[in-house]
């Protein structure tokens, strides 16, 4: 070794011994208490404040400002089939708790590390909001007995926390003291619905079909219901579920994922309070704002909703389970939607292939038009397929392609609302459909007030929808007996 390297060596030694010095100096010399400013030894970084083997755990009690609680270990098979525990609160065991939140909290006392070390005896406890602590955290190991005091915040954001038996000041990271502070319904599981799944035959699983759907809300004019709808013909453009209540109808096929796509893994924002059923004009249980009760798998969940807690959310009851949740708007998807925005904008949609006569009155006149549905095969692929080859009216064929337009106009009677109190007014116009198989369709137009028209459905007065309608359906029967082009748009 060259005499330059150990010069070099030996100067390194000399920075790093000095350096060791200073840093004692600092740590050791006397504090100055100015104004309750801390320390600069305050960026100094402490080892754990509490290091225990969770072998050793026995009990945690924490009191804050909103509860009390305490949380035992519960020995359980791992999943390595290993022993292994886990943390339950005594006054919550009723409950379903957020294992990891609880877990948390025990593994954040059981290695409790500081932020800094702020002093090392403090001689006003109110400068640090200590002579009352925020929370006061007792945890009881095998041989000894720890005592945790939370107090106010620190100018960086972390906690001044004091151990019972150190007249030292440190800081805590602002997570744990939040942990240390939180309500004890804080840790409660804040699922309102499961995100539940049914495992098929074949090992496939799926989201549960849900057997029945009821929505009472107090501004709706009467209950919602919804049953599966098993007309499959009509999937196409409706929705999987049919509404009985207040009508019968099929639906719009966006309600399955705008509405009932979301009820499976409905979740709370929290669990504000324990159920107390004296406080439910205070909630707002006993005149309730909303009410659904979804049916599944031999199932029943019902939703309550009652007024709003002053985060604006709405206060929500569960099946009756003693807790009361506090959910959004967004989640609880159903408090504004209404049976006029479920309804298919469609009156009826018959294939064209299973109509035989289609007869269509307008102010008493009725134009009859008689189709020929074949067989046809295609060129390219030789499959067949039922087609309709001719259109007749009045013994006149008609243009096929200009038919077919028209066709569409017909399909396109749209409703809009509910007709509630089933009045009818002037019948104006009627569009009947004569199926192959010996059934038939009939919808009829009666002349509203303001430019609207009610929609009966062979006989039930059900909707309301728009007069020009009408006004379109006449203009096109003309231009379709003129050879003229139809155009759909209205």
Do not use: C, H
Not at 108 to 135: A, F, H, T
Not at 246 to 269: L, R, T, V, W
Not at 394 to 402: R, V
């Amino acid at each position: 070794m060259t005499s330059k390297v150990k010069t070099l060596i030996i100067g390194a030694v000399v920075v790093v011994l000095l350096v060791a010095v200073l840093v004692v100096l600092k740590v050791t010399e006397p504090k100055k208490q100015d104004e309750g400013t801390s320390s600069s030894s305050s960026d100094i970084s402490q080892d754990a404040l509490i290091d225990e083997k969770l072998d050793n755990y026995k009990s945690i009690k924490v009191k804050n400002s909103s509860s009390e609680y305490s949380i035992k270990s519960v020995e359980i098979q791992g999943a390595d089939g290993e022993k292994d525990y886990k943390y339950v609160i005594n006054e919550l065991e009723k409950y379903t708790q957020k294992e990891s939140s609880v877990t948390s909290l025990v593994s954040n006392v059981n290695k409790l590390y500081s932020s800094s070390k702020i002093e090392d005896k403090v001689e006003d406890l109110s400068k640090y909001g200590l002579d009352k602590p925020s929370s006061v955290v007792t945890y009881e190991t095998v041989d000894k007995t720890y005592t945790i005091n939370v107090g106010s915040e620190a100018p960086d954001g972390s906690f001044y926390t004091m151990i019972d038996g150190d007249e030292a000041l440190y800081t805590i990271d602002s997570s744990i003291a939040n942990l240390f502070n939180s309500n004890y319904v804080d840790f409660l599981d804040t699922t309102l619905i499961p995100a539940e799944t049914e495992t098929l035959e074949d090992g496939t699983t799926q989201t549960p079909k849900i057997t029945s759907f009821e929505l009472e809300r107090s501004d709706l004019p009467a209950k919602i219901k919804l049953l599966p709808n098993d007309n499959t013909e009509q999937l196409a453009y409706s929705s999987i579920y049919k509404m009985v209540s207040p009508i019968e109808s099929d639906i719009n096929y966006q309600i399955d994922s705008e509405y009932m796509a979301k009820i499976f893994g409905m979740s709370a924002s929290k669990v504000e309070a324990i159920y107390d059923s004296s406080k439910a004009s205070e909630y707002g249980f006993d005149k309730p704002t909303a009410k659904f009760t979804v049916q599944y798998s031999g199932k029943t969940k019902t939703i309550t909703v009652g007024n709003k807690a002053e985060s604006g959310e709405y206060r929500v009851l569960v099946d009756n389970n003693g807790l009361v949740y506090n959910a959004s708007e967004e989640t609880l998807v159903f408090m504004t939607v209404t049976a006029d925005d479920m309804i298919s904008g469609l009156a009826i949609v018959p294939s064209i292939t299973d109509v035989k006569t289609v007869n269509v009155m307008l102010d008493g006149k009725t134009y009859k038009y008689d189709l020929t549905n074949e067989k046809v095969k295609d060129e390219d692929s030789g499959e067949e397929s039922l087609q309709t080859t001719k259109v007749v009216y009045d013994g006149k064929e008609l243009d096929l392609d200009i038919f077919r337009k028209y066709y569409q106009l017909l399909l396109s009677a749209s409703v809009e609302k509910i007709n509630y109190d089933n009045t009818k007014g002037d019948l104006v116009a009627s569009i009947e459909y004569l199926y192959t198989d010996g059934g038939s369709d009939k919808i009829e137009l009666y002349q509203a007030e303001n430019r609207r028209m009610i929609v009966a459905i062979n006989g039930e007065a059900k909707y309301e929808g728009r007069i020009a309608y009408y006004d379109k359906l006449v203009k096109e029967t003309q231009n379709l007996l003129s050879g003229k082009a139809v155009d759909t748009d209205w």
